[in-house]
């Protein structure tokens, strides 16, 4: 194994601004299993720039340890508060190794701006691409999306802390830059049943603090999201009609079709005066 390994991002967007003081660690996910031996403190360094001279020369001191080889991650933590209206960066070293041995290729770096003060509320839910209580939808929808008002922790936004009744199998994901889960699923939803979605209160946003999932403005409460599909569509698409204009031919669906399908041209034959050409 000669591959080397990356940093795939963490916790924390590249750029994010009012990161607040009581921020007391990182989450880094890597491509694969790391030795634990390399995530070390020495191989993690968060430094912050005292005199806004584009230099990050004040170190905080920390520790960092390998949360497991499962989701691959290691998180940076320290004792302190941060400093208010900083920037700090923090660079992964290529001294950190996979299991084969193989360090990083370059060095990794991420930056956030910390705000005024500390942060002390719970995230919410703040959007949802399925719409509580909604109805007739349909059994072709193959993902959820959630959208939060504050960094998660992705530690927690996991399968154990979630349930869909009945249960459908897919797979998640956390998009840091757009604090959003992603609950892709893997197979088809059921015609004509209701379903009910619970993320669990033990989500917790960057703070280490509960979600507000029942959006009362206090820490803890699941988010509960119900719907019902509509009956399953089992017929084919129909062309309404053929349009030819010049060197064009506009055909239109009586349905929303699939875009690589129509847009493959070995989808589509014109045939005049008894010759083929592909169209």
Known sequence: DYTKPDVLGVNIANGAKDIGTNLTGITVQFSEAMAQQTIAPINFKLAYDNDANGSYETEVSGTSTLNDNVSNTAT???????VASKKYQLT??????DLANNGLATAYNTVFTTGSSSVTTAAKVSSSSITNNATNLSATTSELRLTFDKPMNWSTVQAANLTLVPFVSGTLTYDVNA????????????????????LNEQNQNIYNIFLDG?????????????WTTGSLD????????????DSEAEVIFDKQMNTTDVTNANSWTLTCNNSTSGY
């Open 76 to 82: 940076v933590t320290w004792l302190n508060a941060l």
């Open 92 to 97: 992964v070293s290529t001294a950190v190794t």
């Open 179 to 198: 604090n959003a889960l992603l609950y892709k699923f893997s197979q088809a939803l059921t015609g004509n049943t209701s379903y009910t979605f619970t």
């Open 214 to 226: 029942d959006a009362n403005n206090t820490a803890g409460g699941n988010y509960v999201l119900n």
């Open 234 to 245: 089992t017929a084919g698409p129909s062309i309404t009609s053929v349009a030819f204009n």
